[in-house]
């Protein structure tokens, strides 16, 4: 098998990712070292060029105020050397006492002192020019007592406020700062201590010693370090004791600097007293460097020292070395790719020619072999030669494994062939289901039931395709559940499958389930029987053994019936004859009569019961005749009219020409009589009921509606329908209408219809029922036509009666058994009336003990001579007739 | 540590044991002398010069004996260690300004005079800007006026004592910590600046705060016993004379100091002679009107501290003002210098 080739693409290659690795990781590293570089790592103690830039920045800053600040202090030291020094000098501190001491009573002298001290301070303020404005010697009344300006003499000093501080006692020398003529200027006085005579001061202060200085030059001197005062964005300032600005680099207007954002932060932060270093965002967002210096000047003064630059302009060469670095090295990254790329194409050429031989090799190319170049490196040609005795190798296996698989192949396929066979020669079904439903493997057993082509079943999905849609789901789910292992499969089931051309067929099922090397279940095997037609068999057979078994019933029950009514017919007719007799014997006036005619009416009815119970069992008395269906029917309807309920109405449909029907005239009437009487209590008050006759023919197919066991021959039938609309009958009224005994009226006896259907039966007709509840209820029954079917109403006249006619049914059976009955109690009831007649009052025996004595073979004696002997077989009958006879000597 | 904590105790035990009787029961014929004790920092410059200048006066020790005092020195690390000895055990003291100000606030004391004025340094070792500080570890002593300076250069740049991690610690113990790296910056007063400065040159100055420390005297002793008071206030000025009167001087307090320091703390870091004396030079003796305290108009002394320290909760809310106005009011200096013959501000009699 051929691994597919992987796509060519960016970064698949091992030079393009030898140029992606080394640019990542040269520009990662470029980056991560230029970051370095530039803004350090605490947490190694690497120090970036930003921090060492930013702290050179503000180690300049604050150099520059530290100069000037030492420029000033210096300054101010020199005028405080110099002032002490004219202050403790002999000369000028002697003629200050002695003009002290005389100050009260001034001399001629004293201006001469007054000129010298003068002339100190004079020679003092011209050593050293511009440093002073004034140098004087002031009385603690503030009256100048010398002056470098002799002309201030004597008047009072212009600085009062420091005077004060100037003579605090112990305070020998003061610094105090003011403004003169808009220029600041510093003040610095010197007590002069008067001592007495051993040279010891005395602790008073007759004077102080005060110059008035100004450091203009310093000031004017304000000089940034050379490569900070040239450069733009830089300011230094100095400010004095109320932040007032004294003067600036580059020069600005006191008036114009409270507006300056710059100004105004430096001014305010340098009058706080303190020395220090920041980074500072002013309003404007601007961003500066500034350090502050503090100059003390005397008890509670001085000034302010603030040297500030722009951040963004100090670190501008920064940004610029920045810029270029990573420009460079950049440059050298590509550089180096192009160099990385060369060196990758030489590696990776080897490589790749080997990679093509291996696709080769593994596109089946046993012959491909690599070829080390020279140049390559020394792994390669090794690996080289090591594939190529692999392929060597794979090419000799590949050909010993070729000729071993084409002859497994070989067997392979016979053993499949053979396999393909013996499923084929099984007459089951053999379906194997893949996991997913679908037919992996069908035998020609199974596509022939399925009706499709052997090969075009496979791959259909088995549920899909055939299986009924209401079962589709849920086999599904159960064999989803098989698949899934959450489910013991069920060997042994019936199901019904869908066919092409047979429809539903019921197959029995044994299943077992394929599995893998691994267990894993794969699918499952079924071996599938179709038992559709044995299925069938065994309902039918089920079928027609209840119905056996139901018609031995009633047939048993009928025999039962019949013979109970048969024997209780012959007791009613001897209580009848007896009952008749007795009347005969009494008085008409005799009150006895009327309870003989309430017995006799008794009798009849149960006789009217026994001939019901007889005509279902088929044991009736029979009298075939030919019967006009149309008459008798029009006859038992009109004498029915009166039974019908309130409102109810009769309709009468009589197919006129019908011919004749060979059949027991009172069992007619009776069939009619228990039809028009059952539709009449059905219809109840209201009732519609019709009644009709026809002449039709019938199928095996009508006929087998017929709720009688025995189907008649298709032919020609007549028939009687007698129908209502009443309440109608469910399905188990329907079919327990015809058992005897069962009834759905109070009053009923449960015998009528099963009456109509023995004699029916007897007759070889058939029945129809059809009913529902609510919808009424139709009965119709079928009479054979006789076989001379032609006769008509016309030839009733010269009939005689007809024998009946032998046929194969009970009714014919019965009918000819009868007959010869009926002949014989003719006979007998003729000799009965006979003997009647003539005995007079006599008693007339019974007809049947004279059968019974007949049967038995006694001769009944003389007196029995021309009398009909009616005979019974039944043994009561036998033994009531033996008595009779007994009894009648 | 323990070295370090060794003369504290030992210094507690001496004040808890000694029978001291204050200096504000005054000297009885029929009792023991009372005994006046001055607290002094040999570890700071230059208040140990100017402590062991004055411990070394014979003179003011015959005039305290002559009135029935007995004059001691009591050495302590810091002056914040003093403030609640003041006006008890102590009877005069050389501390800073925020002591200073919770002494008068806590207690009657009396501002004799300067004592230095000079800069309280914050150091940092590879810091540049003051913004710089977030996050790093500071030494610092507590309730110290190095303890306000650090605050003051916190608060410039809008930081707070949480921004940094602070680390209680001795003045003489930073400088060594700083080099050692256990700490990033330490906020102190001379000679532990000039030291770190000297010993690494990574070391940088962020911030300077001026400060001053100040001699003192208790208000009981001033008020029950003037001339006992002004004795004091006059050897603090003689001793400062005396120091400006010849380099040689200054030596010798400086090698008087010395002595001091290293009873003190035997292990600590020692400055050069000639950075002693110029610290001296420049922090007291070259102050103009040293160790007189000019008053100006308008001028309160020591007012701006005093209403940070309340803001920053160092002193109680309902501290008055009036109470440091009040002690800075005291003129003992200036009745000595209008009697320097009287007070013997020009006799030097310095015994070893």
Known sequence: MIAPRRRQGWLQGIRERIIAYFGILALAGGGALLFVLVYGTPWLGIEGIHGLKEAEIVRALENAADLKKQSILTWLASRRTELAVVASSGDFVGAAAVLLKQEATPGARDEERVRILCQHLITLKRTIPDAYDTLALVAPSGKIIASSAPDEVGSGYRYRDFLDAAFTMGATEQIGTAWADGHPVILISRQVAT???????????????????????????????????????????????????????????????????????????????????????????RRVLSAYRYVPLGVAQGWGIAVAVDQDKAFAPLVSTKARAALFGLAMIAIALVLVGWGGGRVA???????????????????????????????????????????????????????????RTRELRLEKEKARRYLDLSGTMMVLLGDDGRIKMINRAGAQLLGLPEGESLGLNWFDNFLPAGQRKEVREVFEAL?????????????????????????????????????SIQGVLCSGEDITRKRQADLERGELERQLLHTQKLESLGVLAGGIAHDFNNLLMAIGGNLE???????????????????????KRAGDLTRQMLAYSGKGGYSVKLVDLNRLVGENVDLMKASLRKGATFAVQLQSGLPLLEADPGQMQQVVVNLVTNAIEAAGEGGAITVATRLSDYGVAQLAQSRLEQKPQPGRFLSIEVADDGCGMDQTARERMFDPFFSTKFTGRGLGLSAVQGIVRGHGGAIFVASEPGAGT?????????????????????????????????????????????????REEGAREEGAREEGAREVPPAGVAASAAAEGQEPGGAATGMVLIVDDEEMVRLVCRAMLRGLG | MQSLLRPHFLILFILLFMQVRPADAAPSPFRQPAVIAVGVQPLGYPAALTGAVLGHDAILR???????????????????????????????????????????????????????????????????????????????????????????????????????????????????????????????????????????????????GASSDFFVVSGSLAD?????ALALCAAWARALNWMRKSNANLQQAALWAEKDRAALAPRGRKLAQSQVIEITRREILDVPAAPVIVKLRGNLPLQGEFDFLMRQGKIPKDAAYQRVERAFAYDGLQQVFKSPQRHLLGDFEYRP
């Open chain 1, 581 to 603: 007799l007795v009347r005969h014997v009494l008085e008409p006036e005799s009150p006895a009569v009327k309870y003989l005619e309430n017995a006799h009416q008794a009798t």
């Open chain 2, 224 to 228: 029950k016993d003037p001339q006992a």
């Open chain 1, 483 to 519: 698949m899934r292992g959450e489910q013991q499969i069920l060997e042994f089931y019936d199901n019904l499958i869908l066919t092409r051309d047979q429809g539903e067929r019921l197959i029995s099922w044994h299943n077992i389930l394929v599995r893998d090397e691994d267990g």
């Open chain 1, 195 to 285: 001592r007495d005579r051993t040279g010891r001061e005395t602790g008073e202060v007759p004077a102080v010693l005060v110059s008035v200085t100004r450091p203009q030059q310093s000031l004017e001197a304000l000089a940034l370090l050379p490569g900070l005062a040239d450069a733009e964005g830089h300011q230094m300032i100095l400010v004095g004791t109320q932040g007032e600005l004294l003067a600036s680099v580059p020069e600005r207007k006191q008036e114009l600097a409270a507006r300056d954002p710059l100004l105004a932060r430096l001014s305010r932060q340098a009058m706080t007293r303190t020395e220090s270093s920041r980074l500072e965002t002013l309003d404007d967002g």
């Open chain 1, 778 to 826: 139709r009965v119709q029954v079928l009479f054979p036509l006789a076989a001379s079917g032609s006769d008509r109403i016309d030839d009733v006249a010269q009939a005689e009666p007809v024998r009946p006619v032998a046929r194969e049914t009970v009714l014919e059976r019965a009918a000819a058994r009868q007959e010869d009955a009926r002949e014989e109690g003719a």
């Open chain 2, 62 to 208: 015959r005039e305290l004996a002559e009135s029935g005092y007995v004059l001691k020195f009591l050495p302590f690390r810091k002056g914040n260690e003093m403030v609640d000895l003041m006006g008890t055990t102590l009877s005069a003291a050389v501390v800073g300004d925020m002591p200073v100000i919770r002494m008068a606030v806590r207690t009657e004391i009396r501002v004799v005079g300067l004592a230095k004025k000079t800069f309280t340094s914050l150091v940092g070792r590879n810091i540049t800007l003051l913004e710089q500080l977030k996050g790093k570890r500071v030494a610092y002593a507590e309730g110290s006026s190095a303890h306000h300076t650090l605050l003051q250069a916190l608060a410039g740049v809008g930081l707070t004592e949480r921004d940094v991690r602070l680390v209680p610690m001795d003045v003489d113990a930073m400088p060594a910590a700083l080099e050692a790296g256990k700490v990033d910056a330490f906020s102190a007063w001379e000679p532990a600046p000039s030291l770190a400065l000297v010993q690494n040159t990574e070391a940088r100055v962020l911030f300077r």
């Open chain 1, 349 to 407: 050429a080897p490589i790749r020619d080997l990679r093509d031989k291996v696709l080769a090799l593994e596109g089946g190319d046993f012959s491909a072999r690599a070829a080390a170049k020279g140049g390559a490196p020394q792994e390669i040609g090794e690996l080289a030669a090591a594939f190529n005795g692999m392929a060597g190798r794979i090419e000799n296996s590949h050909q010993e494994l070729e000729g071993t698989v084409a002859e």
